[in-house]
């Protein structure tokens, strides 16, 4: 199998998003991707709105039309779909994959139910409206929904956020969802990382930590449970980010 991500959209939000203790006033893009398990008929994610929670460059239907059209794929045609986790960014055109079993963690459909109240604002009923009236699957841990492709369970940024571990030529990969926005979370900078952009410059403090949180999670201890979780399923090196602009146009097989 092959993992493909395929860019829908362009989001910007404020660096303390992506990483904890980030500048909250500067503000920087990430890429928001439909991921094609190749060989199988499995995507990942069912992308973000036109308009949206934050700022946003493409998007909505015609987006993720668009990026499964690279693949000569019709969102009809697609028989699984995962969603990672239930923010406003990763179900917004879950309605397009109407012939698709879909798999969900019962706990992030829970929590997407009652949210905790500073997170409401991630979660559209209108979406979650639409999902009931679905073929939608709750799992509940880790699951294996075809032989080569298991789904394991990441709490930490949301209660039921799941990561698809997908076996290929060269390896088992993890598709980490929102657990890891960028390579940063994965692998810290050792040393002051300055950046820039057209917003200006600001810097990433040197860590000690093995692992860098986003700002946004329900349960920081879960969180790196989670994180040391996945090292027993891949190597750190094939852990997949989900929203680092370096992935686009990158095949992982």
Same mark, same amino acid.
């Given at each position: 199998?092959?993992?493909?991500?395929?860019?829908?959209?362009?989001?910007?939000?404020?660096?303390?998003?992506?990483?904890?203790?980030?500048?909250?006033?500067?503000?920087?893009?990430?890429?928001?991707?439909?991921?094609?398990?190749?060989?199988?008929?499995?995507?990942?994610?069912?992308?973000?709105?036109?308009?949206?929670?934050?700022?946003?460059?493409?998007?909505?239907?015609?987006?993720?039309?668009?990026?499964?059209?690279?693949?000569?794929?019709?969102?009809?045609?697609?028989?699984?779909?995962?969603?990672?986790?239930?923010?406003?960014?990763?179900?917004?055109?879950?309605?397009?994959?109407?012939?698709?079993?879909?798999?969900?963690?019962?706990?992030?459909?829970?929590?997407?139910?009652?949210?905790?109240?500073?997170?409401?604002?991630?979660?559209?009923?209108?979406?979650?409206?639409?999902?009931?009236?679905?073929?939608?699957?709750?799992?509940?841990?880790?699951?294996?929904?075809?032989?080569?492709? +298991?789904?394991?369970?990441? #709490? %930490? =940024?949301? *209660?039921? /956020?799941? &990561?698809? $571990?997908? @076996?290929?030529?060269?390896?088992?990969?993890?598709?980490?969802?929102?657990?890891?926005?960028?390579?940063?979370?994965?692998?810290?900078?050792?040393?002051?990382?300055?950046?820039?952009?057209?917003?200006?410059?600001?810097?990433?403090?040197?860590?000690?930590?093995?692992?860098?949180?986003?700002?946004?999670?329900?349960?920081?201890?879960?969180?790196?449970?989670?994180?040391?979780?996945?090292?027993?399923?891949?190597? +750190?090196?094939?852990?997949? #980010? %989900? =929203?680092? *602009?370096? /992935?686009? &146009?990158? $095949?992982? @097989?």
């Amino acid at each position: 199998m092959r993992i493909k991500p395929l860019l829908q959209a362009r989001i910007r939000a404020p660096l303390s998003v992506v990483f904890m203790f980030g500048s909250p006033d500067y503000m920087v893009s990430g890429s928001v991707y439909i991921w094609v398990i190749e060989g199988e008929r499995v995507v990942v994610d069912a992308g973000v709105a036109e308009n949206s929670y934050y700022p946003i460059e493409g998007g909505g239907e015609k987006g993720v039309i668009k990026a499964l059209e690279r693949e000569e794929i019709k969102p009809k045609e697609v028989e699984k779909l995962v969603i990672t986790h239930l923010h406003f960014d990763h179900i917004a055109n879950v309605h397009l994959f109407h012939n698709a079993k879909i798999y969900v963690q019962k706990a992030d459909w829970e929590f997407a139910n009652n949210p905790i109240p500073i997170f409401r604002d991630l979660y559209v009923d209108d979406y979650l409206f639409k999902l009931e009236e679905m073929d939608l699957c709750f799992v509940e841990g880790d699951i294996e929904i075809l032989p080569g492709v +298991k789904l394991i369970h990441l #709490p %930490g =940024h949301t *209660p039921g /956020l799941q &990561g698809v $571990v997908v @076996e290929t030529r060269g390896g088992d990969y993890l598709l980490s969802g929102d657990h890891f926005y960028s390579y940063l979370n994965i692998f810290p900078p050792r040393n002051n990382l300055k950046i820039e952009n057209e917003h200006g410059k600001t810097v990433i403090s040197a860590q000690k930590s093995p692992f860098l949180p986003p700002g946004i999670h329900v349960n920081l201890s879960d969180w790196f449970e989670s994180c040391y979780k996945t090292m027993r399923f891949v190597k +750190k090196s094939k852990i997949i #980010p %989900g =929203h680092d *602009p370096s /992935l686009e &146009g990158k $095949v992982f @097989e």
